[in-house]
């Protein structure tokens, strides 16, 4: 059997962009998602190039997510990449107007799942003496903005977390590799701002922003390189973005 990777939120955006790209290079994948029917519908499309295995969880409730990894044949435990993509921001406002439910969601899905998917699939990664763990992040992780504080500082923990493990995990044989996109156009936007998309869409308008495929290329560049090589850290902007919050729009 070849290499088996391990990938939560695919059922849109980065996760769903990067299980296509790995399935066309013969990569066999465990596919996570919350919803079932998407779910099943990418599995279909991507068993045309290799094995697919489908687990419907969140990645915010650890019982589900722990039954669910605990369920994998022996066939699927063997896992060589695992690729914690699921999250998204919850709500854009001040702390002090904020709402605590989204407040939650947001780290229950950025950090908590990460730790959760993360705590139950390493250990086989150790016992095999090799394995390549890749945490999405964002630059909000490495700079923080006004109106997203709880989601900066979810991404700011995520940069940690790779930067920790990757010294606890390198003397086993795993690569870690933390990667932080800037602005990409997928549903990230209509999340944050509660289903309005003429509010998500004024975000890429007037510059060409990053796509979910252009991620996903760069998750697989990762994975491709010879085994002596480990990307540590990779920030991806646009090229009409240089910082955050700053991003150069052609007027009409």
Known sequence: MGKIAFITGVTSGIG???????????????????????????????????????????VQNFKEVKNSIE????????????????????????????????????????????????????????????????????????????????????KAAVESISKSMRLELVPFGIKVTNIAPGAVHTEFSTTRFKGDKKRADAVYENYQPLVAEDVGKAVFYCIDLPMHIQIADMTIFPAAQSAATTIHKNKK
Not at 45 to 52: K, S, T
Not at 92 to 121: A, H, P, Q, R
Not at 131 to 150: D, E, L
């Open 71 to 154: 369920s994998l044949p022996e066939y699927w435990k063997n896992i060589d990449i695992l690729i914690n993509n699921a999250g998204g921001a919850h709500g854009f406002s001040t702390f002090v107007d904020s709402d605590i439910t989204d407040l939650e969601n947001t780290i229950d899905s950025n950090l908590k799942g990460l730790l959760y998917i993360s705590k139950l699939i390493i250990p086989t990664m150790i016992s095999n003496s090799r394995g390549h763990v890749i945490n999405m992040s964002s630059i909000a992780g490495k700079q923080a903005y006004k109106k997203g504080m709880v989601y900066c500082a979810s």
């Open 16 to 58: 769903k962009a990067t299980a296509t790209i790995l399935a066309k290079n013969n990569i066999n994948l465990i596919i996570c998602g919350r919803r079932k029917d998407k779910l099943e519908n990418l599995a279909l499309i991507l068993r045309e190039y290799v094995e697919v295995y489908t687990l419907c969880f969140d």
